[in-house]
């Protein structure tokens, strides 16, 4: 017997989120551990759950699991709100423009530049010094 799921991958500077979506009871699960337990830092739970809010869905009706590799904790929780709201859209197409006005479904490229060769970091020059 298969649990129906809909899943969707998420991606934010080095971090990647696979999210899966399955109608339950609430729990919510990131790397085998609760949710609040993983996310600890303030405001990252509010915005893990915008997808929702922006759907008008109940977070309580659906069980999350998350499975994020790399990054940070600020790349991290990104990719998840990423993912969590192209599972969203998976499950229903109607929500795409709900999803687009709030800017969920819109992937943010900003990656850290590279460090170019006779600088000290990707712009910033050694000290100039005349003498």
Same mark, same amino acid.
Not at 62 to 91: C, E, H, N, P, Y
Not at 108 to 120: C, F, I, Q, T
């Given at each position: 017997?298969?649990?129906?799921?809909?899943?969707?991958?998420?991606?934010?500077?080095?971090?990647?989120?696979?999210?899966?979506?399955?109608?339950?009871?609430?729990?919510?699960?990131?790397?085998?551990?609760?949710?609040?337990?993983?996310?600890?830092?303030?405001?990252?739970?509010?915005?893990?759950?915008?997808?929702?809010?922006?759907?008008?869905?109940?977070?309580?009706?659906?069980?999350?699991?998350?499975?994020?590799?790399?990054?940070?904790?600020?790349?991290?929780?990104?990719?998840?709100?990423?993912?969590? &709201? /192209?599972?969203?859209?998976?499950?229903? !197409?109607? %929500?795409?423009? @709900?999803?687009?006005?709030?800017?969920?479904?819109? +992937?943010? &490229? /900003?990656?850290?530049?590279?460090?170019? !060769?006779? %600088?000290?970091? @990707?712009?910033?020059?050694?000290?100039?010094?005349? +003498?």
């Amino acid at each position: 017997m298969s649990v129906q799921y809909y899943e969707g991958i998420g991606r934010r500077k080095e971090s990647v989120a696979r999210v899966r979506l399955m109608s339950g009871s609430g729990k919510f699960i990131v790397n085998d551990k609760e949710a609040q337990a993983y996310f600890t830092r303030l405001g990252d739970m509010e915005a893990i759950l915008r997808p929702f809010a922006a759907a008008g869905q109940d977070a309580k009706s659906f069980d999350v699991t998350v499975l994020v590799k790399g990054g940070g904790v600020s790349g991290q929780t990104g990719a998840v709100v990423l993912g969590l &709201a /192209r599972a969203l859209v998976k499950m229903d !197409p109607n %929500l795409v423009p @709900a999803m687009r006005k709030y800017g969920l479904l819109t +992937r943010d &490229a /900003r990656v850290k530049e590279r460090k170019k !060769p006779g %600088l000290k970091r @990707a712009r910033k020059a050694p000290t100039y010094t005349k +003498r």
